[in-house]
Nanobody, 125 residues
Framework: QGELVESGGGLVQAGGSLRLSCTAS????????MGWYRQAPGKEREFVAA????????SYADSVKGRFTISRDNAKKTMSLQLNNLSPGDTAVYYC??????????????????WGQGTQVAISS
């Protein structure tokens, strides 16, 4: 099944930017839709963005539209999330996720079958 490893988190000031990366090991990365979720302290894990297996379709939570950009490089088995114009409300642990089934579009958190360990993003005001 492989492994997902996130990187790129950190502490930045409000208005700043970060770029998160997710590196996948194992076969068939190019066959799965991928996504990013985040979880703030005391809150449920929430959807951030998703990208189809070939990268032609993307989806964003309303709270991040216009500020975050999801992308992937299937040759390198990596997925990225560019975070711009960050605010304290974006503070959370960000998780990389892979859809459970190949060539499907995940619509709920239950449609993701593999998760990374998460990377912390903290925004200071």
């Amino acid at each position: 099944q492989g492994e997902l490893v996130e990187s790129g988190g950190g502490l930045v000031q409000a208005g700043g930017s970060l770029r998160l990366s997710c590196t996948a090991s194992g076969l068939m990365f190019q066959s799965y839709a991928m996504g990013w979720y985040r979880q703030a302290p005391g809150k449920e894990r929430e959807f951030v963005a998703a990208i189809s297996s070939a990268g032609g379709r993307t989806s964003y939570a309303d709270s991040v539209k216009g500020r975050f950009t999801i992308s992937r490089d299937n040759a390198k088995k990596t997925m990225s999330l560019q975070l711009n114009n960050l605010s304290p409300g974006d503070t959370a642990v960000y998780y990389c996720a892979r859809a459970s089934l190949t060539r499907t579009w995940p619509t709920t958190i239950g449609d993701f079958g593999a998760w990374g360990q998460g990377t912390q993003v903290a925004i200071s005001s």
